[in-house]
Structures are given as structure tokens and as C-alpha cells.
């Protein structure tokens, strides 16, 4: 499992002896499992993981039928016919190469040549593990931060819902809301995020927005800050009429499910996106007090850190446009190897040896 920190590909966690064990067991996306556990902490790799393992359980490959050197040379193999045959078929292939699903497709043509599908059965998925749902109401007087396992960041208001899943599907992100939250989407185009109220569905790949259920009918309202939205009707009516887009600073109120939608300079921005648009999240060689400051400052968050074991380091760093989770990975980073800066509860937490 530690070697698993350096993949940058699905192929790599499909070639993955341990991987392929955990996939075989049926345990893939067991929230109590130490593996589910250590892709949460590591959401750069939850993608990955999740192709691999939907490659895996589509095709069963027999897990210790190859080594894994073997099996990524057979893929990378029927991978270049694959490719040979869209060339000469005159098909584009510019992203062929990038796609989890072409893969599958080549594993697929792999095994079925051979017999290799009667040696050993790969045991059953346990899916209701894979898609466990998390609800997290909020019951205290602030925002609370929900951090999910793709690096987003939910900050849920007041008496909100939100239901989200503990591990994503390969192709979508999907949560549901009930009251208000303000969302900062880790951008993931081969991964759109969807957020679902009762009137309406909101698809971003990456960018904050605010989602707001009016209370006593009075409709929905969304907010975007960064980056663009596209909106949809959560009814019927939404397989024959077009999405509407939402650029950075512009909003949309819908309180009857059949109006048309109009879309408007945002009136009243929240409190959170007014914070994050006065900082500035560009630094150059400054100290870390400065950065965690502004943190702070931005998201209305007390920061727990040692001020003498970092007082030595300073910082250049762009933390723009970036979820809060990720804004502390790039930080602790920036700072050295040993260094941890999380967001735990309400609090935001910087430990390490700091800087000599």
C-alpha cells in the first residue's frame, strides 16, 4: 500500500498485486477498511483507484494468474492494436489513450482470446460497501466543513443536509442537498460534480457556488463565485429542455419548477464568498504565519500550529481557486516532507518539524 502514493495511473493500481487482492476480496470501499481509509487521506489517488477497480471487476481477471509486469505488458499490448485498428479506421484518437474505459475495452478483447476466464473467479463485489451513503446534518450554530473523499469541500449551513457517498463512481460525483451549503469542487473534468435539490440538478467540473433551498417554497437559488456552472430542471421537463449556463458572479433564483430560468448579476453574495474574494492567495517568500492568516481570515477558522517551530519558513505559493483541503496538501508541501496541515472539525491543524 505505500508504493501506491507514486501512481499516476488507473494501470498501475490494476497491476497492483495488493490492489487486485482487495478488489477480489470483495472489501473495495469498505469505510472501515485501512486501505478505503488511506484513499481518503490521499484524494489524488480515489480516482484512480475507483477505474482500476471497475476495470477489474468488469473484466475478472484472475488475480494471481499474472504477475503484474505481465498483465500490464498483455494490456499495453491489445492496447496498441486497439489503436492500430481506430488508425486505420481513420478515427481521431487524441484521448483514447487517457481513457479508463479503453483500457477496460482492451482488457476485455484480452481475455476474451484466451481461457483464462474459467481459472479462477474473482469473488463477487460487494457494491452496497462501494456505494455506502454518508448523511451529515448540521446541528450547530456555524457552518460546518464536510470534507469528501475526492478533495472537496461542502460547507453546510445551519439545519442543512447533505447526503453524499463515501466513495465516488468513475464517471460522476454526485451529492444531494437539502437547506443551503457552498460548495469548492476539486476540478476533475473526466468527473463532473453533481449537486441535486428537489427543484433542480447543478453540474460543475471544478469551481466554488453557492446552493441555496429557499425556505417555505420560496424556490432555489445558486450562487457561483468561481468558474462555470450548468443547471438543470430535477423533473421531467429536464430531457427536453436545455441547461442553463452560470459563469463566475452571476446567480439564478427559481421558485415555480416551470419558469423559465433568467439568470442575474448576484444581488447579495454570502458572507464566505465576500471573505475568499478580499484575500489574496498569491505568496512570495513570505512567512507561514502571513499564509495561515489569511486561511483564517478567509474561512472565519481558528488554526492550531507551533509559531516557534515555524517561525523559519517562509513561502511562495499560489493557493487561488483552490479547495480548502487542497489549499493545506499545497501548503504542507510547500513547507517540507514531514509537515501536515489538516482541516479537523471546525479547526484547521499544522504539525511538523517546521523549518531549520
Known amino acids: ?50 477505474q482500476a477497480a471497475d ?24 492496447w496498441k492494436k486497439v489503436r492500430r485498428v481506430e488508425e486505420e479506421r481513420d478515427v481521431p484518437i487524441r484521448s483514447l489513450h487517457r481513457s479508463w474505459f479503453w483500457r477496460a475495452a482492451a482488457v476485455l478483447l484480452l481475455v476474451g482470446g484466451v481461457s483464462w476466464w474459467a481459472s479462477r473467479p474473482v469473488a463477487p463485489t460487494n457494491l452496497s460497501a462501494i456505494h455506502t451513503w454518508q448523511v451529515v446534518t448540521n446541528q450547530q450554530a456555524t457552518k460546518k466543513p464536510v470534507s469528501l473523499v475526492d478533495g472537496s469541500v461542502v460547507w453546510l449551513f445551519p439545519g442543512s443536509t447533505l447526503r453524499y457517498p463515501t466513495m465516488f463512481a468513475a464517471n460522476r460525483r454526485e451529492v444531494t442537498l437539502t437547506g443551503e451549503a457552498f460548495f469548492e469542487v476539486h476540478k476533475n473534468a473526466r468527473q463532473p460534480f453533481y449537486v441535486k435539490t428537489s427543484q433542480l440538478i447543478t453540474r ?56 423559465p ?8 453574495p454570502s458572507a464566505l464568498s465576500e471573505r475568499l474574494n478580499e484575500q489574496q492567495f498569491e505568496f512570495s517568500e513570505v512567512p507561514v504565519s502571513d499564509v495561515l492568516d489569511a486561511l483564517a481570515k478567509a474561512y472565519d477558522m481558528p488554526i492550531d500550529f507551533d509559531p516557534a517551530a515555524f ?21 504542507a508541501e510547500t513547507i517540507g516532507p514531514d509537515t501536515r496541515a489538516e482541516l479537523i472539525g471546525n479547526r484547521i ?3 511538523g518539524s517546521g523549518c531549520p
Not at 64 to 78: K, R
Not at 216 to 222: D, E, S, V, W, Y
Not at 237 to 256: G, K, Q
Not at 261 to 268: A, L, P, S, Y
Request: charged share 20%; proline share 5%.
Open 349 to 351: 491543524r499544522l504539525t
Open 55 to 78: 476495470l477489474l471487476r468488469v473484466t475478472a481477471i484472475p488475480v494471481d494468474y499474472l504477475s503484474p509486469q505481465e498483465l500490464n505488458e498483455q494490456i499495453e499490448a491489445t
Open 261 to 268: 430560468f433568467i439568470t442575474q448579476r448576484i444581488k447579495q
Open 204 to 259: 460543475v467540473v471544478g469551481t466554488s457556488f453557492l446552493v441555496k433551498v429557499l425556505p417555505q417554497n420560496k424556490g432555489t437559488l445558486i450562487q457561483v463565485r468561481t468558474g462555470n456552472v450548468l443547471v438543470y430542471r430535477n423533473s421531467a421537463a429536464a430531457s427536453t429542455e436545455r441547461p442553463i449556463s452560470l459563469r463566475a458572479n452571476e446567480e439564478l433564483r427559481v421558485v415555480r419548477s416551470q419558469e
Open 311 to 331: 517561525r523559519n519558513c517562509l513561502i511562495t505559493t499560489s493557493l487561488s481557486d483552490e479547495p480548502l483541503t487542497e489549499k493545506l496538501t499545497i501548503l
Open 1 to 50: 500500500m505505500k508504493g501506491w502514493i507514486t501512481f499516476t495511473t488507473a494501470d498501475e493500481f490494476a497491476t497492483d498485486p495488493t490492489f487486485r487482492d482487495w478488489v477480489s476480496s470483495g472489501q473495495f470501499g469498505r469505510p472501515d477498511h485501512d486501505f478505503t481509509q488511506f484513499l481518503t487521506a490521499h484524494p489524488q489517488l480515489h480516482s484512480l483507484a475507483q
